[in-house]
């Protein structure tokens, strides 16, 4: 499941994290690419380890906590610390995949979810499409700012060439409490259909048979 979310940063949000990004300290971002994909990866990026990252990323991390679609849709175990791009004209990361296993502080995780949030807004830069070649085609992603999209983490994808300006985005990588994504699209589509009920306020009965059905299959397949 290719999944956007077109608020998950709020306007406010938006602005301090990319009031903290104004003097970052950018660098070549094949110093963060593994293997072969240092030959297609061509962007600038911030160390996870540095202030201005730490401090942008966790702005967005609350911003994360508060969305209850990226909730339902991620049921994160473990975030990766946030990591900020940047492409500037001419630059562009070639068809890759994202690794199955990442290191954190705590260890090991398993990398199901990718998640790119958009900090640019499509308005300041030509090119820069972000693009999927799935079993069922090719899916393209041009996000307007504070736009999220969520997709497997096992999906061929890239960054096409930023032609004009400059495109800003962070990116991220989640072990989902329910690792197969077909489960998880189940639960996830309950949960909408349930909260669209609600917020009707005249479907209580058909709510409280929808919120069951999530639930026992959260109990069925997560793994906490």
Not at 50 to 75: I, M, P, V
Not at 107 to 128: K, P
Not at 152 to 158: E, F, G, K, V
Request: charged letters at 25%; one cysteine or more; aromatic letters at 6%.
């Amino acid at each position: 499941m290719i999944l956007t979310l077109p608020d998950l940063i709020d306007p406010r949000g938006l602005r301090s994290v990319r009031d903290a990004l104004a003097d970052a300290p950018w660098q070549d971002g094949k110093g963060s690419a593994h293997g072969r994909t240092r030959d297609v990866k061509h962007n600038r990026v911030i160390p996870r380890d540095h202030a201005t990252s730490r401090t942008a990323g966790r702005l967005l991390l609350e911003q994360f906590s508060q969305h209850l679609g990226f909730k339902s849709a991620a049921l994160p175990k473990v975030i990766m610390p946030l990591q900020f791009c940047r492409y500037d004209a001419g630059m562009a990361y070639g068809d890759h995949l994202d690794l199955p296993l990442m290191g954190t502080a705590n260890g090991a995780m398993r990398t199901d979810i990718s998640v790119t949030v958009f900090l640019s807004d499509s308005s300041e830069y030509v090119g820069g499409d972000l693009v999927f070649e799935t079993d069922y085609g090719r899916h393209r992603v041009r996000g307007q700012a504070g736009e999220a999209v969520l997709y497997p983490a096992s999906t061929l994808h890239r960054v096409e060439a930023v032609e004009r300006g400059t495109l800003l985005v962070a990116i991220t990588w989640i072990q989902s409490q329910i690792r197969d994504p077909a489960k998880r699209k189940i639960v996830f589509d309950l949960a909408q259909v349930a909260t669209q009920l609600e917020a009707a306020d005249d479907h209580a009965a058909q709510v409280l048979s929808l919120r069951r059905s999530q639930f026992d299959l959260l109990r069925l397949w997560a793994e906490p």
